[in-house]
């Protein structure tokens, strides 16, 4: 009997359960705990498709992250005060409202992506996450770098943008997007995953000459999922701006490559709930062995390592078993 | 700009990539043998620094405190090695990033546990303080001659040991074939224990020299860690030669970088801008190579065996 | 635990600031305790801490957590204390980058904060906030008066060099602003840097008089070592941050002689100066910083407002926090429209006093100085 349905329905409502608690309890500070978790799992959910899926080891993500990130500040800020960033050729103003932000977000996430992928995907392995990261890093020594939004020091987002029907001042409101935000990411990835491109994708991951045999490009494959992931996580990265109303470099940074890379092994590998199970276990360490000890990134570190050593598969390979297939 | 200010910065790109070849040879030669990435790696050059620190101050010799950071540092990674890393040869390079990064947490609070918060002090031996002449009226450091020369002769040693002994023979035949070895009867376990101590120690003994020109402090590897990971990819990972040479082309691109592209964007822009925008694109460069570099050659320069 | 429910253990003295508030008063410290820049978060700590306890009052409680130098982490957790710990004031953060991405938040949702450190230029200028008071300096006054003393001193060369971050273009505008000699050379380094030969063999080039630089933390570090065994002579200065009493120890002789700039220094002689350093040598076993001596003045702060009013009273509070009405271990203390200190500058030098490096003041720069982004300031 596989037990993966019942733990992923139960994965799915985890958000929704702390962020009602954190209501009846009047712990409003729960809200913005579950919002976080939203955040960074559907963050992890867009590398998940190229980590998972494809195989390929991003250590750049954060990248992406950080121009989501950087769209959802430097477009608030224009909206603000109400300065067009563009007036030639065409004048583009700022704006408040969070479709118009994702969709900059996701369309410069997807050019840059497309071609840091085009490069990077030429080589594999060791060489490819490395390669990643090197971007990664261009990109952050420039964002340090250049004064007009911020550099080091970041970009504060004076508003939280706007959703239609909904008020995202609120925690709840907020809270009620970016859940909306993880589901409808987790439906992209459980519908890639079903699909011919999904079958092709970790095809590639497996056996590459058998399936070039086949009559099948692994490169654009690859390139595709690459880009999808890069503007899923870039979307995450918007929203995770507006929660703390502040867009830095920090985001673009290795070791929030990193994190991400541990929020998808830390829930398990591919699995299609698992950046969710690592993302809501991350938060909740942190937050309690923040609060409990100065040295909280030591007992961080050990508990990391336990998972690697001892719990293969993650939270969700311990809760549901051995996926049904690689 | 002077011709000795050029010879200057030349061999300060050369001691830079010198010390970054250090760093790179444990980590490619841990790839090549047992296919592992490690980013702890940057763990053992602070473990390294402090440890010569320490002593250092303790015994006031500078000599017994780089003996220390040797032995230091290659205990460590033996440990590491038995109680971790064995378990981590078969897994995907993924289980390894993230053991590796949990690896990197638990040292730099456990050095911090044990050191404190503040930078520690280490300085430069008396007998290398001073500066010699250079062609063209500079003066240049002996201790950063010495680190080249040191690193000249670590270069020399690894290449003897890895061509001419027993250990060496194994360990080119580890990089080859895995399963052959063992089939041969070489204690496997016992080679790849020493193979990640030695990268380690080498590791440790870059921190302990570079921690007197630097500062000795917690969280002082990783800048480090992420360099050597650009050399050894530039140079092709397993390949020491490749290490070698991608360390002093890092070290003279950047160093001659930072020198040259503020100039040239002064020259541009106007000296303020042109400073500010040279220093950001210098930042960038070497990654701006890299990329280069495994754009037209996507297995590093020398590639490997595997 | 860290969370340090410092509720005033020893009941010392009998001063106003230990009688019992009206309410009592909730502190949120968020500063860096791990890494590489834990050594000023933990001397501030310490600093807030010897304060609290020696006012020995029972209705004050500090929480404090690591940051770890991360401004999401800071923000959430300042999201924490505000949301589930209720703290009435929030302080500590040592870095620009964490300050800009904390404290407009925190004065949004109505909340004080007192900055112990670090003060970026738009909240004293455009974005200043009624509930935003900074204890510590306007990020650009510490350069300003080594600028000052350059022009006093008649150098007519200095070369200067920072990090290519904002805190580093700052430091250097700050600097130009009282220098009115002529430049050397103006060099960015790279954020984090560690190795500054190339840097060094420019400054030898360059014929400079005297080189002022700041390099925050480690490489602030680096820089002085290396400067020290390249045989360069050219004298050194920089603001108090590149020789506070944090690093000295780990630069070493190398330091002895530089010239720099701060609000406070050790021997500063007033009564409030000598119980702070030797209470805080005495709990500790080290010589304070800058950063504990601000974070001492940042906790007596906000004892002494606590004492004349309900913090639940906004209005009141502020008006007590702006009067300024505490034993500053800088002598006289007073805030400027802008909520940020008007207050004199000094000039110190790295000396030794038996074995250990601490600085010694040896000129004024500044008195009363007051930051140049007040006027943006709409606060009156």
């Not at chain 1, 209501?23 to 799992?41: G, N």
């Not at chain 3, 690591?66 to 040592?94: F, N, Y």
């Amino acid at each position: 009997m596989n037990r993966s349905i019942p733990v992923n329905v139960v994965l799915a409502l985890l958000p929704v359960g702390i962020a009602l608690g954190a209501v009846a309890f009047d712990e409003p500070f729960f809200v913005t705990l579950a919002t976080r978790m939203a955040i960074l799992a559907l963050a992890a959910t867009g590398l998940n498709l190229a980590l998972g899926l494809g195989g390929l080891v991003s250590f750049g993500h954060a990248a992406f992250f950080g121009i989501g990130g950087y769209a959802a500040g430097i477009l608030a800020t224009h909206a603000l005060y109400m300065q067009p960033i563009l007036t030639w050729p065409v004048e583009i103003g700022g704006t408040d409202s969070m479709p118009a932000i994702w969709l900059v977000a996701v369309v410069v996430a997807g050019l840059v992506a497309l071609g840091t992928g085009a490069i990077s995907l030429r080589t594999s392995g060791v060489y490819f996450i490395m390669i990643t990261l090197a971007f990664a890093q261009m990109i952050y020594y420039f964002a340090i770098s250049w004064p007009a939004y911020g550099g080091e020091d970041g970009l504060s987002v004076p508003t939280r943008a706007v959703f239609p029907g909904v008020n995202t001042a609120t925690p709840m409101g907020f809270f009620a997007v970016c859940y909306g935000a993880l589901l409808v990411g987790v439906t992209i990835f459980a519908i890639l995953r079903a699909s011919r491109f999904g079958a092709a994708l970790q095809a590639a991951r497996q056996n590459e000459t058998r399936l070039a045999a086949v009559g099948i490009a692994p490169f654009r494959i690859k390139l595709v999922a690459f880009v999808l992931s890069a503007m899923l996580t870039a979307v995450a990265g918007a929203l995770f701006a507006d929660l703390n109303r502040f867009a830095s470099p920090s985001m673009m940074s290795w070791q929030m490559s990193g994190e991400l890379i541990v929020l998808i092994i830390l829930g398990g590998t591919g699995r299609l709930f698992g950046p969710v199970a690592g993302a809501v276990l991350f938060v909740l360490i942190e937050h309690l062995l923040g609060g409990a000890t100065e040295r909280w990134q030591l007992f961080l570190g050990l508990i990391l390592l336990g998972v690697v050593l001892f719990a293969r598969g993650g939270m969700v390979g311990l809760l549901a078993g051995k996926p049904r297939h690689g | 700009m002077s011709s000795a200010l050029l010879i200057e910065q030349l061999l300060n790109g050369l001691q830079f990539g010198v010390m970054l070849f250090l760093m790179a040879a444990g980590l490619t030669l841990i790839f090549g043998v047992m296919g592992l990435i490690n980013l702890a790696h940057g763990s053992f050059y602070m473990i390294g620094a402090f440890a010569c620190a320490a002593v250092a101050a303790w015994t006031g010799s500078f000599w017994l405190g780089l003996v220390a950071s040797l032995a230091a540092a290659a205990a460590a990674g033996a440990i590491v090695e038995i109680l971790v890393v064995r378990r981590l040869y078969e897994r995907d390079h993924l289980d390894q990033v993230l053991a590796t990064f949990a690896l990197i947490l638990i040292f730099s609070e456990g050095t911090r546990w044990l050191f404190g918060s503040f930078p520690l002090y280490l300085d430069i031996p008396p007998v290398l303080s001073g500066a010699i002449p250079l062609p063209g009226g500079a003066q240049y450091p002996l201790y950063r001659l010495a680190i080249i020369a040191a690193g000249i002769l670590v270069a020399i040693g690894l290449y003897l040991l890895i061509s001419w002994t027993r250990i060496g023979m194994r360990i080119r035949a580890g990089e080859s074939d895995r399963e052959m070895i063992g089939a041969l009867g070489v204690d496997i376990g016992s080679l790849y224990t020493l193979v990640f101590a030695l990268g380690a120690a080498l590791a440790g003994l870059a921190g302990a020299m570079v921690g007197a020109l630097q500062s000795v402090q917690v969280g002082m590897g990783e800048p480090v860690l992420i360099l050597a990971f650009v050399v050894i990819v530039i140079g092709g990972i397993g390949s020491i030669k490749g290490a070698l040479v991608g360390a002093v082309l890092v070290g003279l691109v950047d160093t001659l970088g930072r020198l040259l592209l503020p100039k040239l964007f002064a020259i541009a822009m106007g000296p303020s801008e042109g400073a500010t925008v040279g220093a950001a694109v210098a930042s960038m460069l070497i990654y701006i190579v890299m990329a280069l570099i495994l754009a037209l050659r996507p297995q590093g320069l020398f590639p490997a065996n595997t | 635990m860290k969370n340090f429910l410092k509720t005033g253990l020893l009941a010392l003295s009998l001063t106003a600031a230990s009688a019992a508030f009206a309410e009592p008063v909730k502190i949120g410290m968020i500063t860096t305790l791990s890494g590489g820049g834990a050594g000023l978060g933990v001397d501030a700590r310490d600093g807030f801490d010897l304060a609290i306890k020696l006012a020995g009052n029972k209705d004050v409680t500090v929480v404090t957590e690591d940051d770890a130098m991360k401004p999401e982490l800071a923000v959430q957790i300042a999201d924490k204390m505000i949301q589930s710990e209720k703290v009435d004031i929030l302080t500590g953060i040592i870095w620009s980058n964490l300050a800009m991405a904390v404290v407009p938040n925190a004065v949004a949702q109505g909340k004080f904060y007192l900055s112990v450190n670090a003060g970026p230029s738009p909240l004293a200028g455009a974005k200043c906030n009624e509930n935003y008071f900074n204890v510590a300096y306007q990020n650009d006054n510490f350069h300003e008066a080594m600028g000052e003393y350059a022009t006093q001193q008649g150098m007519k060369k200095v070369f200067i060099m920072a990090p290519n971050y904002p805190a580093g273009t700052d430091s250097l505008s700050g600097f130009k602003r009282f220098y009115k000699g002529d430049l050397a050379g103006e060099v960015y380094t790279k954020l984090g840097q560690t190795d500054y030969a190339a840097e060094i063999a420019q400054i030898r080039d360059s014929g400079a008089d005297s080189v002022f630089f700041f390099l925050p933390g480690g490489m602030g570090i680096a820089f002085v070592k290396q400067y020290a065994q390249s045989g360069v002579d050219i004298p050194l200065m920089g603001p108090g941050f590149s020789f506070s009493q944090d690093v000295l120890g780990a630069i070493g002789d190398a330091a002895l002689g530089a010239k720099n700039s701060g609000s406070w220094s050790h021997d500063l002689d007033n009564p409030a100066n000598k119980t702070f350093v030797e209470e805080f040598q005495k709990a500790y076993g080290r010589l304070p910083s800058t950063y504990a001596a601000q974070a001492y003045d940042t906790a007596n702060l906000i004892l002494s407002a606590a004492a004349k009013a309900d913090v639940k009273d906004a209005d009141a509070f502020r008006a007590a926090l702006k009067s300024a009405d505490f034993k500053s271990v800088r002598g006289k203390f007073k805030f400027n429209t802008n909520n940020h200190p008007i207050q004199d500058l000094y000039v110190r030098e790295v000396v030794k006093e038996g074995d250990v490096l601490t600085n010694k003041i040896i000129a004024t720069a500044f008195t009363d100085h007051a930051d140049a982004y007040a006027k943006d300031c709409p606060l009156k």
